[in-house]
T-cell receptor, first 115, second 115 residues
């Protein structure tokens, strides 16, 4: 049973470029969330997708956008990259249900470095 | 904006010592999760607590949820070098009775256990 998989594992870009990160959720999960984690800090919520729609969004600019496909996989797109976008980007999946107790399973992330 | 304060930020102890990590908020949680993260990997779920006053044990780890559901603690007994890592608390704050699973993370506690 495969867990959450993310690609690529590492990526180097320059300022102003655009990047797409990919995530496949754990088998049986239908909801995907994206988080940004700066070095030595806790993850910060970017947004969440369910039924191919963005359901919630954190305090991130419109340069951050996403998509969810019918097979529940997801992409995170970041435009006009800034040096401050350098971070570990984590994808988490869960099963959508009412209430807050469903656990989220995380991938190992994509390490994005902006030069 | 709901915030989670986690303390201490750093903890360096000798093998065999006990330790406690705290997680506090001014808002009521719907549920709280504790994760452990190692370098180069995503967070791994340790436990989820949902009921005020709840106590859960996982081998040498004891997790407690405050009665008012605004705080939680993680206690490790007889720490071992293998416990070294970043410990994160993450809370779900219920929004109108339904949840899409957005998690708010604390800033994390970096634990180092020396042999």
């Amino acid at each position: 049973d495969a867990g959450v998989t993310q690609s690529p594992t590492h990526l180097i870009k320059t300022r102003g470029q655009q990047v797409t990160l990919r995530c496949s959720p754990k088998s049986g999960h239908d909801t995907v969330s994206w988080y940004q984690q700066a070095l030595g800090q806790g993850p910060q919520f970017i947004f969440q997708y369910y039924e191919e729609e963005e359901r919630q969004r954190g305090n991130f600019p419109d340069r951050f956008s996403g998509h969810q496909f019918p097979n529940y996989s997801s992409e995170l797109n970041v435009n006009a990259l800034l040096l401050g976008d350098s971070a570990l980007y984590l994808c988490a999946s869960s099963r959508f249900e009412t209430g807050n107790s469903q656990p989220q399973h995380f991938g190992d992330g994509t390490r994005l470095s902006i030069l | 904006t709901q915030l989670l304060e986690q303390s201490p930020q750093f903890l360096s102890i000798q093998e065999g010592e006990n330790l406690t990590v705290y997680c506090n908020s001014s808002s009521v949680f719907s549920s709280l999760q504790w994760y452990r993260q190692e370098p180069g990997e995503g967070p791994v779920l340790l436990v989820t607590v949902v009921t005020g006053g709840e106590v859960k044990k996982l081998k040498r780890l004891t997790f407690q949820f405050g009665d008012a559901r605004k705080d939680s603690s993680l206690h490790i007994t007889a720490a071992q070098p293998g416990d070294t890592g970043l410990y994160l608390c993450a809370a779900a704050f219920n929004a109108g009775g339904t949840s899409y699973g957005k998690l708010t993370f604390g800033q994390g506690t970096i634990l180092t256990v020396h042999p």
